[in-house]
């Protein structure tokens, strides 16, 4: 069977994409970057069932000239976490566009994930999932609607704010919507539904509630991932916190940017539990309990086998989306730091620390300042430090690294170039490089800053005592030249 899939480079897709070729189809993936679509996660004979197109939904002239003989197509693409005002109109527009485009196929059946959306007065963004239903169930081509609440798993973006939150908050003042109940349901059993509904006759034209075996108020889930974690927290519920206080609350404690923190404060309202058990007895599966999905989320991450992270997709709409067209590093109207390091050890052993950077690790000197400097970023609407990274050991192009993004990561050749995302008058790139001369091997470690206006060169000057400070002793924590209880100073 051939299947279309959209999102495939986010982070249901990248999770249904091996499932799909497991049992044997032949997947299209629909992507707005080729770049961004990792061929190295399958095998050369899982590359022959494979076929990447690119296309963005939100332009429809882009869908024009597609491949047409596909059986059943997943999309899986939504808006979330960009800009409050228009994420409602791109998720309508590229519906709208995929529909035209998927009228004309001979398609058999559309599967989406949505939202479950039982009460009458929704927040925008539920309000925007049932609108993309109803568009997706006015196709010619019948469509399966998959409503989820909260979904739990390594990497997801319910997962990591609960764990951000517990992790590093032993009190909690909280808002009063903590108290709302809500049906989490497991990554895993998520894969299962979209698996099992796929050309069942009897799921066409028809919308189904997906939830786990628990329904939780969103206190109760923070107090479960604590007991889980054999950590002691105490939260207190105040009627006090606006919505506004409550988005900058996530937003400063947690990894999650503004705009998705406003949009999960509006919707943690809504009551999201299944009044709708059908699917149980079309795809009988094992439902997991929340403290199983929570313990299957924490073997991955003691695994270092994150398949996908919330953090490392792009949404549609973002300016951020044409990220890897910033390879091509300015080398006119530019302030440079380069910092080249000679070193006789191993050169693989130099580009495993290149490539744990970040996250855990830290960067190799001066940890202390690189926080303040999240903080900062923070403070300004940015997205700081803790966001952290996907896993401990692996980068790959398109990964969020910290407050950089992964361009480049070419291990084999010893080049890592990463992209800044925090915010700055300017655009900011970090590369590392490792090179030989006269039989020598060095780290070449080069910060350019392609600076905005008269305050980007303002900024620059301002940050060169820092500079001058921490990249000479990165670089030299970087090739192992310094002793390992100065690293994080």
């Known amino acids: 069977m051939k299947i279309l899939l959209t999102g495939s480079t986010g982070y249901i897709g990248r999770r249904l994409l091996p499932i799909l070729l497991a049992d044997g189809h032949q997947v299209i993936c629909l992507v707005r970057d080729k770049r961004r679509f990792d061929w ?21 002239e882009t869908l024009s000239g597609l491949p047409l003989d596909f059986d059943a197509a997943y999309y899986l693409v939504h808006s979330m976490s960009s800009s409050h005002q228009n994420f409602t109109h791109i998720e309508s527009e590229s519906a709208q566009n995929f529909v035209k485009f998927i009228d004309k196929s001979h398609a058999k059946q559309i599967i989406y994930l949505s939202g479950i959306v039982n009460d009458a007065e929704l927040s925008d963004h539920l309000l925007s999932r049932k609108n993309v239903e109803d568009i997706l169930l006015a196709s010619s081509i019948p469509a399966t609607v998959l409503r989820a609440a909260i979904i739990i798993g390594s990497g997801s973006s319910s997962f990591e704010i609960i764990r951000d939150l517990v992790e590093k908050l032993p009190f909690m003042i909280a808002p009063r919507w903590l108290k709302t109940k809500c049906q989490p349901i497991s990554i895993r059993n998520v894969i299962e539904y979209l698996r099992g509904v796929l050309l069942i006759p009897e799921t066409l034209h028809q919308s189904y509630d997906i939830g ?33 206080l409550s988005s900058l609350w996530l937003y400063f404690v947690t990894s999650t940017s503004y705009p998705l923190a406003r949009t999960l404060v ?6 999201v539990v299944c009044k709708d058990n059908r699917i149980n007895k079309i795809v009988p599966i094992k439902i997991l309990h929340y403290r199983e999905a929570l313990q299957l989320a924490f073997n991955k991450i003691t695994q270092k086998n994150i398949i996908s992270s919330w953090k490392d997709a792009i949404a549609i709409g973002t300016m951020n989306k044409d990220f890897l067209n910033k390879v091509n590093v300015p080398e006119h109207g530019v302030y440079l730091d380069k910092r080249i390091v000679k070193f006789e050890g191993n050169q693989d052993t130099v580009i495993d620390n290149m490539w744990r950077i970040g996250g855990e690790q830290g960067w190799y000197f001066g940890n ?31 990964d969020a690294l910290d407050f950089w993004r992964v361009l480049i990561a070419d291990k084999k050749n010893g080049r890592l170039l990463l992209y800044a995302e925090m915010k700055l008058p300017g655009e900011a790139w970090l590369e590392f490089k490792i090179k030989e001369s006269d039989g020598k091997a060095m780290l070449i470690q080069t910060a350019t800053f392609q600076p905005l206006g008269v305050w980007g060169r303002v900024y620059w000057y301002l940050m060169l005592p820092f500079h001058g400070f921490i990249f000479p002793q990165m670089a030299k924590g970087i090739v192992g030249s310094l002793p390992r209880n100065q690293l994080a100073r």
């Not at 095998?43 to 963005?56: G, N, Q, R, T, Y």
């Not at 303040?372 to 952290?388: F, S, T």
């Open 212 to 244: 786990g075996a628990d329904i939780l108020t969103y206190k109760e889930m923070l107090y479960g991932y604590a007991k889980e974690r054999k950590l002691r927290r105490l939260i207190i519920t105040v009627p006090l916190l606006s919505p506004k």
């Open 266 to 271: 509006a919707s943690m309202k809504n009551e």
């Open 368 to 398: 202390i300042l690189w926080r303040i400097r999240g903080v900062m970023d923070k403070m300004v609407g940015g997205v700081g430090l803790r966001r952290g990274r996907r896993n401990e050991t692996e980068l790959k192009p398109g």
């Open 40 to 60: 190295d996660d399958f095998s050369p004979e899982d590359h022959k069932s494979i076929l990447v197109i690119e296309a963005d939904l939100s332009k429809e």
